[in-house]
Structures are given as C-alpha cells and as structure tokens.
C-alpha cells in the first residue's frame, strides 16, 4: 500500500525584489516532490514592483497573501504561516526568498524531521556564488567560547556528514513539524520584527523540540552585501540605515 504523500507548506516573506523572487520560485518548481504534496505561500508585504502580479501569471498555483509593507521578515512570515495552517500540513518549512535549491533538498529534510522525532530542522546554507562555501550555519552556546560559536571557514567537505545539534537555527530555510506550532505558537513579532527566528527556534528547544542541521538539505543563497561603514555614510545613508 502506498503511503499517503507528506503535506509540506512552503512559506517566504517578500519585498520590492521581483526578479529573486521568481528564481527562487522557479528553482522550488524543480525539486524533488515524488511522495510530498507541496503547496506555496508567498506573503507580499506592499511591493511595488509588481511582485504579486509577476507570481500570478507565472505561478498561478501558488498563493499570495497581501501585506501592507508594515509586516517585515517575523510578522510577513507568521501571516504566512497562518493562511498554510488552514491547509492542514504537516510541516512548514519557513524560507527566505534569495535562495535556489538542490533538487533533493526537501527530500532530505524530511527524511531527518522522520529519521528524529520532535527535531526542527535546518538547510545547510551555501553560498551561490561559491557553492562549496557555508554561508551560515546555525551557532553553538558555549560558555568556555563566551557565548555563540559560529563556524566561518567551513566547507560541503567538512561539515559533518549526519545531521548535528544545534542551539539555534537561522530562518533561511527551516523545517517545522505542525504540531510544533500547535504546541508553542509562532514568532514574536512584537518584540522581534526582523529577528524573530532567533528567539523561536531556541524556544522551541527549551520545550523539547531538537535542533538539527542536515547536510543533505543544500540551500545556495545570495551572499550579503557587506554595509559601508557608519564613518563612510551620508547623513540621509545613516537616517536610512536606522
């Protein structure tokens, strides 16, 4: 008998970046979805650029939510979240939008949320211009390091080759179990309006949920652009900035 496919919703917050946003699309459309039942929300917090519209022609299967440019990253993906909830999933994986995907990255990730009951779990996040490189992974606590250890010159070589615990999983792209929401509710967005991952996911640790990287789950994103120095800025780039 075969089993029923897995109910994943796929959730991202965007804003103003019309050309990301369907690359990201277009790079989900050809993932591995054999036995997983893949639906997608985008949460379009007030674009300008035509965001919404662009998705709407290309990708009519997928269902965009209406901000009104006040939601930022927590809030525009707790709307989200809460319109995929109504479809009954039974894992949401929260992601950014300035990422492609290995086709089998999904797969993976749900195979680690099976393999390890009660574990949230994290992409391995690379970077595109150099794929072999780690953008970021989720940091240790360590008292002896005095505080976050985070690991800067790691490599697909050198990671571990099973999924590893964590303190704290970075909201690019995270795999959360339904019932995980159900338990312990969403983001703080009045207290976290852009950060609101790095209190959830410790939250949910400290409740009994594990936190896992799976370094078969391989996530290529656009590396940050580096900010100028407050020194170097103008007036208006600093008034911006705040």
Known sequence: MTEPAKRIAVVTPVHNRREITLQCLRSLERIDSVGLDVSVFVVDDGSTDGTAEAIAAEFPGVTVVRGNGELWFTEG????????????????????????????????????AIEYPRSIVGALLLLWDTPHRVFQVAPQWSVAWGGWRHWFHQTVWTVPDRPWDVDLIVGNCVLVPAAAIDEHGLMRSDRYPNFGDAEYTPRLKRNGWRLLIDPGARVFCQPNNIPAKVTKMSLRQKLNAL
């Open 77 to 112: 993906t707790n709307v989200g979240v809460r319109a995929a909830l109504e479809h009954d999933p039974e894992y949401v994986l929260m992601m950014n939008d300035d990422q492609v995907f290995d086709p089998g990255f999904l797969q993976s990730m749900v195979r680690t």
